[in-house]
């Protein structure tokens, strides 16, 4: 069974930084693409990022781009999400999510296992 343990949330000022951990059990950590998303309340999930099995490539979405960062470290199971100059918008449950296949995609449904989350408060 996959388990994949978010930690790095919190309550930050805007223009603040954070950077967000998902550690994934398994020994196959390396064959998978994994993606960030979020959810603010009363809100739909959203895509946020995604990183290639290997981290040649990378994804964003518009509203993050230039501001995350998404990496992974294959040797240590982990991937992080690294954010810069925050806004209140950011406000959410971030999530990371695998998938069963290589690729990274900004399509929800193609992630097949998700972790609990990890609340990140911006405040104005």
């Known amino acids: 069974q996959v388990q994949l343990v978010e930690s790095g949330g919190g309550l930050v000022q805007a223009g603040g930084s954070l950077r967000l951990s998902c550690a994934a059990s398994?020994?196959?950590?390396?064959?998978?693409?994994m993606g960030w998303f979020r959810q603010a309340p009363g809100k739909e999930r959203e895509f946020v990022a995604a990183?290639?099995?290997?981290?040649?490539?990378?994804y964003y979405a518009d509203s993050v781009k230039g501001r995350f960062t998404i990496s992974r470290e294959n040797t240590k199971n982990t991937v992080y999400l690294q954010m810069n100059s925050l806004k209140p918008d950011d406000t959410a449950v971030y999530y990371c999510?695998?998938?069963?296949?290589?690729?990274?995609?900004?399509?929800?449904?193609?992630?097949?296992?998700w972790g609990q989350g990890t609340q990140v408060t911006v405040s104005s």
């Open positions: 999510a695998r998938r069963n296949t290589g690729y990274a995609t900004d399509y929800a449904r193609d992630y097949m296992y």
């Open positions: 398994g020994r196959t950590f390396s064959w998978f693409g």
């Open positions: 990183i290639s099995a290997s981290g040649d490539s990378s």
